[in-house]
């Protein structure tokens, strides 16, 4: 079984602010992780993906991200927020890599100006 | 032109309607998938393809039906719409390495979602 909790609905930061989203996972193998990103009216794009190399993931528009398995956490941070960041983010889990993907909740990012 | 096109964007019907939602996708991929998005639960897996013939529930299937009718097209019907259907639709695909030996990336391609209201 696997399962992904995203810590936090919403979460408000300034503009130039630290960006930290929480993920944290269940996964009885090995897990493949990812963020994805959504923007108003569209789908999912994906920011950065975890797949059992480097721990620290470095993805797109300048977000990273630190798989920990002792905490099995894998939170997405960014060092300073801009307001194009405002969006959705949603972690996402694959255990073994079998390809089916079971997303947490989401994280509403509001960036304030 | 988009990778992963789903047809209708939005869509208002009413209780007791048939409704199907199409998805197409030009990445070559083997896999698609159908989720729904609902505020405050994320997306959930309705159903899953892994190529033309294997075809698998996910999580919540109950009241929804897929048909693959080839590598690029796979399409959701609601047989009989009911308003708690009421949703955001994505389509997805997943690339498979299958014999050729290279290592999948994983990644999902989503598309641009059908918003549909069931009165």
């Known amino acids: 079984a696997q399962s992904v909790t995203q810590l936090g609905s919403h979460v408000s930061v300034s503009e130039g602010a630290l960006v930290l989203l929480r993920c944290n996972y269940s996964s009885s193998v090995p897990p493949y992780l990812f963020w994805y990103v959504q923007y108003p009216n569209q789908g999912l794009q994906l920011l950065l993906k975890?797949?059992?190399?480097?721990?620290l993931v470095k993805g797109i528009n300048g977000f990273e991200a630190e798989f920990k398995k002792s905490e099995t956490s894998f939170h997405l941070t960014k060092p300073s927020a801009h307001m194009s960041d405002a969006a959705e983010y949603f972690c996402a889990v694959d255990s073994g890599g079998y390809q089916k993907v079971t997303f947490g909740t989401g994280t509403k990012l509001q960036v304030i100006p | 032109d988009a990778d992963v096109t789903q047809t209708p964007r939005n869509r208002i019907t009413k209780t007791g309607k048939r409704i199907m939602l199409e998805c197409s996708q030009t990445k070559g991929h083997d896999r698609m998938y159908w989720y729904r998005q609902d505020p405050g639960l994320g997306l959930r897996l309705i159903y899953y393809?892994?190529?033309?013939?294997?075809?698998n529930k996910g999580e919540i299937s109950d009241g929804y039906s897929v048909s693959r009718q080839a590598q690029a097209k796979f399409s959701l019907s609601l047989e009989s719409a009911i308003p708690n259907q009421t949703a955001l639709y994505f389509c997805a695909t997943s690339e498979y390495s299958g014999t050729s030996g290279l290592k999948p990336s994983n990644e999902q391609f989503f598309g641009p979602g059908t918003r549909l209201t069931v009165l």
């Open positions: 975890y797949t059992s190399a480097a721990t």
């Open positions: 393809s892994f190529d033309v013939k294997d075809i």
